[in-house]
Nanobody
């Protein structure tokens, strides 16, 4: 059974930094990519960043230059380093894994950026 467990969320002032972690347990068959999505209050969930099985990365325009996604393959962990945070980055952040047969979501971690 696959589980994605996020950590690292919290409250930070604008301009500050946070690092999110997502640890995967179990085996994800045919993993294509892992990524981070977020859902701001009252809005739809959106892709923030993703990293493929070969290390290619993609970012939402709103976070380019501020956020960095990385992974530790041995630990099956994906990280999201978030710098220069803005109040509009406030959201629940979800880890996601795209497998050949199934997709997986973490439970979400709250990130709140105060102005």
């Amino acid at each position: 059974q696959v589980q994605l467990v996020e950590s690292g969320g919290g409250l930070v002032q604008a301009g500050g930094s946070l690092r999110l972690s997502c640890a995967a347990s179990g085996t994800i068959f045919g993993l294509n990519y892992m990524g981070w999505y977020r859902q701001p209050p009252g809005k739809q969930r959106e892709l923030v960043a993703r990293i493929t099985s070969v290390g290619s990365t993609n970012y939402a325009d709103s976070v380019k230059g501020r956020f960095t996604i990385s992974r530790d393959g041995a630990k099956k962990t994906v990280y999201l380093q978030m710098n220069s945070l803005k109040p509009e980055d406030t959201a629940v952040y979800y880890c996601y894994a795209d497998g050949t047969l199934y997709d997986y979501w973490g439970q979400g971690t709250q990130v709140t950026v105060s102005s």
